[in-house]
């Protein structure tokens, strides 16, 4: 095997196993056990995956994933865990195909199918996060078998034709480094809603001078704004306070909420910021780039107001005179429940 072909290889592997680790250590680990693949004197270490014990291991893990990954919100709950797990896992797969290849050149392409396994494991995840928002489970579902498919293909390919893998990894990095940031800030709202939901990052509760909406608004809608102003606490701890305070405009420090917005806000899609309420609007602000942006939405523009429950975070609602316009809610603060059964369908309804 030539370098091109050695590396369109190792690539191709990172990249799979970036979306499906214990897939794919299964699936080398039964080509090498049934003969359908023969490592080179040089990748010897690589043979270590057709052992019955790793085989076994590698069986029971990829059945637990498979499982979980059918299950929306459990997937991204295991997305997040695997973060580190895969990348890692990439590397120490691309180390027994290297075998004792020159030093200088394993080492790079490690780093590289680390990086690789990461891209792509990070497209994954943000990918799963957007399909789970989704209102009925079939997405979920066809995504997720779609990514099983894409394992042994990859591998094949990967062993069978690299150049053809290199050119498409090489393709797909492209367009990676242009949505990356968009990828990095949907990884990022999901570990940070992570977080929340398993109490490792508690908010400041301290109290705020509430500001309740107009009475004019909707009975539902100014129930659902109030349920902003009842938690609302100074912004004290965070370090751009200050910044926030200028950007809205106001003389003593704001108290909000944290939140995140949705594709709904255009230009702020996962952006995490806070949602302030004030005397004549709801104002989302967040740091985009270098400087703060604020998204303001006149009470006065406001149609209908509600709640809906998710597992990592929940969702406020608003459907205004422009449109509908939604922002994720962290789980460090209580909604309220719908009372009948007809108005848990339609209020809550299903993420």
């Keep these: 095997m030539d370098t091109i072909e050695l590396i369109g290889s190792t690539m191709g ?64 709950i295991w997305d997040s865990f695997h973060a580190f797990i895969r990348p890692i896992g990439a590397v120490v797969v691309a180390a027994a195909v290297l075998g004792s290849f020159d030093p200088v050149l394993k080492v790079t392409l ?15 995840a943000a990918t799963r996060l957007l399909v789970n928002h989704s209102p009925e489970p079939f997405s979920n579902v066809g995504v997720s078998l779609a990514e099983d498919a894409l394992i042994p293909v990859g591998v094949w390919l990967s062993l069978r034709h690299p150049q053809i893998v290199l050119c498409l990894v090489t393709a797909f990095l492209v367009v990676f480094i242009w949505l990356a940031p968009k ?64 950007a809205l405009g106001l003389e003593k420090p704001a108290a909000g909420i944290r939140a995140a917005a949705t594709s709904d806000i255009k230009g702020l899609g996962n952006s995490i910021g806070y949602l302030i309420l004030g005397p004549d609007d709801l104002a989302f ?64 309804g299903t993420i």
């Design 13 to 76: 592997l990172g990249f799979v196993a970036g979306v499906r680790l214990y897939a794919t250590v299964l699936a080398l680990g039964l080509a090498i056990r049934f003969g359908w693949f023969h490592p080179g004197p040089m990748a010897e270490p690589l043979k270590v995956l057709a052992h019955p014990a790793v085989l076994i291991v590698a069986g029971i893990a990829c059945a637990i994933e498979f499982t979980a990954d059918k299950v929306p919100w459990v997937d991204s």
């Design 285 to 348: 602000v967040t740091k985009r780039g270098f400087r703060h942006r604020v998204h303001r939405i006149p009470f006065a523009t406001v149609d209908q107001a509600q709640w809906r429950r998710g597992l990592l975070m929940n969702r406020l609602v608003l459907r205004t005179s422009k449109g509908q316009q939604t922002f994720y809610v962290f789980k460090d603060i209580e909604i309220p429940r719908a009372r009948t059964a007809s108005q848990e369908e339609s209020f809550l």
């Design 110 to 124: 490690i780093i590289l199918c680390g990086g690789v396994a990461f891209a792509s494991h990070s497209t994954k």
């Design 183 to 246: 990828v990095v800030r949907a990884v990022r709202l999901q570990l940070v809603g992570l977080g929340i939901w398993l109490g490792l990052n508690d908010r400041d509760h301290a109290s705020a001078e509430a500001v309740d909406p107009p009475a004019g608004l909707n009975p539902d809608a100014g129930a659902a704004l109030k349920v902003v102003a009842r938690h609302a606490s100074p912004i004290i701890t965070a370090p751009n306070a200050k910044q926030v305070q200028r």
